[in-house]
Structures are given as structure tokens and as C-alpha cells.
């Protein structure tokens, strides 16, 4: 199946569960051509922790134990960096304010860590 055109008919409006009875895929094979590396990089994520290959760390920057994965690049997908949620959406929100290793906001650095 060609997830292009899956994509296509999910812009479009079609629902997860209809294109799985049309196209008669799995509702997952949908999810993975419609979500397609997000998605795919968040699932092989949570596997690897489950599994006990990926450790999830507490907050780089304030040591909150509550964390979420924060993805550089979603090509890599065992590849983050523990954030709580506070600085994940600080991080998200962008700008030209990053924050440094030491949790420091760091203008002059276009990329984290
Ligand atoms: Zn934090
Ligand atoms: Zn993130």
C-alpha cells in the first residue's frame, strides 16, 4: 500500500478505522503510513523501555523524575533526551532561547545538547 495515498484520504477527513476497512489494513499499518516516522519513532521508543534497552532518565536540566522523551531526530528513534514536561514545551516553543547542558538559556546555540 502506498501510504502517500493514505495520507491523502487522512487529510482529507477519512478516519483511522474507515481507511483499515477500505484499504484492509490493520488499524496500526494505517497508523504507521498516516503517522509515519513520529509515529513509528514513538512506538519503537516505547517498546525499547519497555524492554529495558532504553533507561528513562530523569530531566536533563532540573532533575524531575517525571520525564517525556524529546526527539532531535526522528530517524533515530532510541536516540532522546529525558525532559519533564516543563522544559520539553520551553524547548518545543523554540526561539532563539535554547538551554545549554548545564540548563542555562544559551541564545547563540541553534541545536540542544
Ligand atoms: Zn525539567
Ligand atoms: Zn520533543
Not at 20 to 42: G, H, P, T, W
Request: some cysteine; aromatic content about 8%.
Amino acid at each position: 500500500m502506498d501510504s502517500e495515498i493514505l495520507k491523502k484520504y487522512y487529510q482529507a477527513g477519512s478516519s483511522i478505522k474507515s481507511l483499515s476497512i477500505n484499504f484492509k489494513l490493520s488499524v496500526d499499518s494505517v497508523k504507521q503510513a498516516v503517522f509515519d516516522e513520529k509515529y513509528n519513532c514513538r512506538k519503537t521508543l516505547r517498546n525499547a523501555v519497555k524492554r529495558g534497552l532504553v533507561v528513562k532518565e530523569s530531566c536533563k536540566i532540573c532533575g524531575e523524575l517525571k520525564t517525556e522523551a524529546h526527539h532531535n531526530d526522528y530517524s533515530k528513534p532510541l536516540d532522546v533526551i529525558w525532559l519533564c514536561r516543563r522544559h520539553h514545551h520551553l524547548i518545543h516553543r523554540g526561539g532563539k532561547n535554547r538551554f545549554n547542558r548545564d540548563g542555562l538559556v544559551d541564545p547563540g546555540q541553534d541545536r540542544l545538547f
